[in-house]
């Protein structure tokens, strides 16, 4: 149950990452405090994937790992990235808008709740009262916030449920990822997927965002390069390593710093208010971590 010295490194950077992105993502799609120019949030997403792309494709080849994958694994290879990017990326991008960047990433990563109710249910995996305690401290904390949402007259209830019901879909496809036996190295797994996403992402922004297309400010552009280097060139083959190597209850709650830098950052450069419910939640979540990585104790 705990990772290793390499996972934690890996851990460390990917919480830098992805954390981080969350006001990043926010001041990309709704524009800067004070100055606020909303950017179609599906052309944002399309774009830092296909510009992402070659930083991936530049890593297989520098790594020496094949791009190829058997027509046979092709069906497969969609599937994955259906449940784990597809569905995520384009129901994150489009709440963010309307939520807070700090209480997007903590209502995202409620991930390890349903990864660790799934597992239970569909994989008979036990849990041991500390991962069941962790499970239910980050539970309540989704609960209030989605509390604090459901209760506020410009709260957006919708958004958060649609975010909640991803990160559901996140959390299968995080078990079907672990338990796949595709032929294919992990970065090479990867790069196809986030292929099959971009390309749907671009295809959404084509039917549904063409009428406002226009070029990025340069605040766009510096979330874009961000994403596009640091989320789809590392962040994500950072995390299926993760999730391949590490139990997923343990991988997916580890990772749930992220939304507490989320919330902080969030705060910090954007100015976003912080409510009871905001720490409450983040307190629950540091506390989920300790129970599911605290070290048991060996049986006498």
């Known amino acids: 149950m705990r990772p290793n010295s390499r996972q934690l490194w890996i851990l460390l950077i990917l919480t830098l990452v992805w954390g981080l992105n969350w006001p990043v993502m926010k001041v990309g799609v709704s524009g800067l405090p004070g100055a606020p120019m909303a950017y179609p949030p599906l052309s944002f997403r399309a774009l830092s994937m296909w510009l992402g792309l070659p930083v991936l494709g530049l890593a297989l080849l520098a790594l020496k790992v094949p791009f190829a994958v058997p027509r046979k694994h092709w069906l497969e290879v969609g599937k994955l990235a259906a449940l784990n990017m597809v569905v995520w990326h384009i129901v994150v991008i489009l709440a963010v808008q309307q939520l807070t960047s ?11 709740v349903f990864a660790a109710l799934w597992g239970r249910w569909a994989y008979g995996e036990r849990l041991g009262w500390m991962q069941f305690a962790g499970v239910a401290a980050a539970g309540l904390g989704v609960v209030l916030l989605l509390s604090g949402e459901f209760n506020s007259l410009s709260g957006a209830p919708l958004a958060a449920l649609a975010v909640v019901v991803s990160a559901a879909i996140w ?7 672990r338990r796949s036996t595709l032929d294919v190295p992990l970065l090479t797994l990867v790069f196809w997927m986030t292929v099959c996403t971009a390309v749907l992402m671009a295809v959404l922004s084509l039917v549904f965002e063409r009428n406002v297309w226009r070029a990025p400010e340069p605040h766009v552009w510096g979330a874009i390069v961000y994403n596009a280097v ?14 391949r190597t590490m139990p997923p209850v343990a991988s997916s709650i580890s990772v749930m710093l992220i939304p507490v830098l989320g919330v902080f950052s969030g705060a910090l450069l954007l100015g976003e208010l912080l409510h009871w419910q905001d720490w409450a939640a983040v307190v629950l979540m540091v506390l989920a971590i300790g129970l599911v990585l605290l070290k048991r104790r060996p049986p006498a």
Not at 102 to 112: D, E, F, K, Q, V
Not at 171 to 177: D, E, M, N, P
Not at 230 to 243: I, R
């Open 171 to 177: 959390a299968v496809g995080t078990h079907r990822l």
């Open 102 to 112: 700090g209480r997007s990433a903590i209502l995202g990563y409620t991930m390890p």
């Open 230 to 243: 640091g989320v789809f060139g590392f962040a994500h083959a950072a995390w299926f390593y993760l999730a």
